[in-house]
């Protein structure tokens, strides 16, 4: 069942959502977290539906915050959906009219609810500073896509130069079978890394975080190259007992090579953000890891001269 309320207030919808808890015995209470979509009407739709399928894995409560016409007057349209109508937790979608859609924290904090945590995700185009943003500073976690901005690294470099603990970007969610498919065949005996390289289509930030978390860890120089895509297509580690190379170049299916041992095919399908989404709600404390990497890119960065 989904509730509609045009043209309300949020003393209006507090009480709607009060009245539905009531009538299906709690809704909001025994959700993991509530977690805050800020979108406009064109990216809601997918966003929404990326969160729910996520929401599977982890139950949480969803309010999306959806910008419309900036210069319209003030208003607010509801639309409050039960839980189990779109996913396990109640959904509450706010279209903000007006300057409303510049101050959306005004909307969204009377109806957080007390000592649930608090995930926001920007699907779309992100803030520089998220933890500096007025959403971002009610969250224990903020997620942004760089991939979605039009200058993706450019984005990326930004954000990196503003990090802060709680901070992550889906560029870097997306590595994660990469990662774990370099790290799994490090554990194999491979000799001295002396040298890598990232090849991935043109401006792609995974590459660049890749390429920064590879040479954090290896502390070797890693060449960053390009190719047609999709995404990354190639990372190769140069050993004093050969190369190691993951190759993909369909999207779905890598291939693993060793010097010196047969080559092996590995599922790698690129991520789609249900998939990236569901595994950043798996944690509400800082991600050491993509901070780690996000400074090391940040130090080359400002080492070369570049501004983000």
């Given at each position: 069942?989904?509730l509609?309320?045009?043209?309300?207030t949020t003393?209006?919808i507090?009480?709607a959502l009060?009245a539905?808890?009531?009538s299906v015995?709690?809704?909001?209470?025994?959700?993991?977290l509530?977690?805050?979509?800020v979108?406009?009407?064109a990216?809601?739709?997918?966003?929404?539906?990326?969160?729910?399928?996520?929401?599977?894995?982890?139950?949480s409560?969803v309010?999306?915050?959806?910008r419309r016409?900036p210069?319209a007057?003030?208003?607010i349209d509801?639309e409050?959906r039960?839980?189990?109508?779109?996913g396990?937790?109640e959904a509450v979608l706010l279209r903000l009219?007006?300057p409303?859609g510049?101050?959306?924290?005004?909307v969204l904090?009377?109806?957080?609810v007390?000592?649930?945590?608090?995930v926001v995700?920007?699907p779309?185009q992100?803030?520089?500073d998220?933890?500096?943003?007025?959403v971002?500073k009610?969250?224990?976690?903020r997620?942004?896509?760089?991939?979605?901005?039009?200058d993706?690294?450019?984005d990326?470099m930004?954000?990196?130069a503003h990090?802060?603990p709680?901070?992550?970007?889906l560029?870097?969610t997306r590595?994660?079978?990469?990662?774990?498919l370099?790290a799994s065949?490090m554990d194999?005996?491979?000799g001295?890394v002396?040298?890598?390289?990232?090849?991935?289509?043109?401006?792609?930030?995974?590459?660049?975080l890749l390429?920064?978390w590879?040479?954090e860890r290896?502390?070797?120089e890693v060449?960053?190259g390009?190719s047609?895509?999709?995404?990354?297509?190639?990372?190769?580690?140069?050993?004093?007992?050969g190369d190691i190379?993951?190759s993909r170049?369909?999207?779905?299916?890598?291939?693993l090579?060793?010097?010196g041992q047969p080559?092996?095919?590995v599922?790698?399908?690129?991520r789609?953000?249900?998939?990236?989404?569901?595994?950043?709600l798996r944690?509400?404390?800082?991600?050491e890891?993509?901070?780690?990497?996000?400074r090391?890119?940040g130090?080359?960065?400002?080492?070369?001269?570049?501004?983000?």
């Amino acid at each position: 069942m989904t509730l509609y309320l045009p043209r309300t207030t949020t003393s209006q919808i507090t009480e709607a959502l009060m009245a539905e808890r009531l009538s299906v015995g709690g809704g909001a209470m025994n959700m993991v977290l509530t977690l805050v979509i800020v979108t406009d009407e064109a990216d809601h739709y997918d966003a929404v539906r990326a969160a729910t399928e996520a929401g599977r894995e982890h139950p949480s409560r969803v309010v999306a915050l959806i910008r419309r016409d900036p210069g319209a007057e003030p208003a607010i349209d509801a639309e409050i959906r039960r839980p189990g109508t779109s996913g396990p937790g109640e959904a509450v979608l706010l279209r903000l009219y007006g300057p409303l859609g510049e101050h959306p924290d005004s909307v969204l904090t009377p109806l957080l609810v007390p000592d649930a945590p608090v995930v926001v995700w920007w699907p779309g185009q992100g803030p520089t500073d998220p933890a500096a943003d007025p959403v971002g500073k009610l969250a224990q976690r903020r997620i942004t896509d760089a991939l979605r901005a039009p200058d993706p690294v450019a984005d990326l470099m930004e954000r990196v130069a503003h990090y802060r603990p709680g901070d992550t970007d889906l560029t870097w969610t997306r590595l994660t079978p990469w990662r774990s498919l370099l790290a799994s065949a490090m554990d194999q005996p491979c000799g001295w890394v002396t040298s890598a390289r990232v090849t991935a289509e043109p401006h792609y930030p995974s590459a660049e975080l890749l390429a920064a978390w590879l040479s954090e860890r290896l502390e070797v120089e890693v060449e960053r190259g390009t190719s047609h895509g999709p995404g990354l297509t190639e990372v190769r580690l140069t050993t004093d007992q050969g190369d190691i190379t993951i190759s993909r170049v369909d999207g779905r299916v890598a291939t693993l090579s060793r010097t010196g041992q047969p080559d092996q095919t590995v599922a790698l399908a690129r991520r789609g953000a249900a998939l990236a989404l569901a595994e950043e709600l798996r944690r509400l404390d800082a991600d050491e890891t993509y901070a780690s990497a996000a400074r090391h890119l940040g130090s080359k960065l400002a080492g070369s001269g570049v501004e983000g």
